[in-house]
Nanobody, 117 residues
Framework: VQLVESGGGLVQPGGSLRLSCAASGFTFSSYTMSWYRQAPGKGRELVASISSNGGITNYADSVKGRFTISRDNAKNTVYLQMNSLKSEDTAVYYC???????????WGQGTQVTVSE
């Protein structure tokens, strides 16, 4: 099982980034996918989630209207489009796969996003 995040980097405030999380080794289309983030000295927080068929999405209040989660089950990939980035969005971003009824979950290794002048 692998979840590999990519797309992080350094961006100025107001800029955009698109994170990707490529999955392998499990039935991607059966899992709810989520993005979490962890800023220095803080706990890991849920940013956004998307149901297995993509029909239901949820967002943290802090990112509503700025971030969009999406998935491509044919490519086994989940995305996080981040617009209007703020310094407080600086964190390591992780993707997570969850099949709640079977108590299965997997995490990626994370990708750093830094929003700074």
């Amino acid at each position: 099982v692998q979840l590999v995040e990519s797309g992080g980097g350094l961006v100025q405030p107001g800029g955009s980034l698109r994170l990707s999380c490529a999955a392998s080794g499990f039935t991607f289309s059966s899992y709810t996918m989520s993005w979490y983030r962890q800023a220095p000295g803080k706990g890991r927080e849920l940013v956004a989630s998307i149901s297995s068929n993509g029909g239901i999405t949820n967002y943290a209040d802090s990112v509503k209207g700025r971030f969009t989660i999406s998935r491509d089950n044919a490519k086994n990939t989940v995305y996080l489009q981040m617009n209007s980035l703020k310094s407080e969005d600086t964190a390591v971003y992780y993707c997570k796969a969850l099949w709640a009824s079977r108590q299965l979950n997997y995490w990626g290794q994370g990708t750093q996003v830094t929003v700074s002048e």
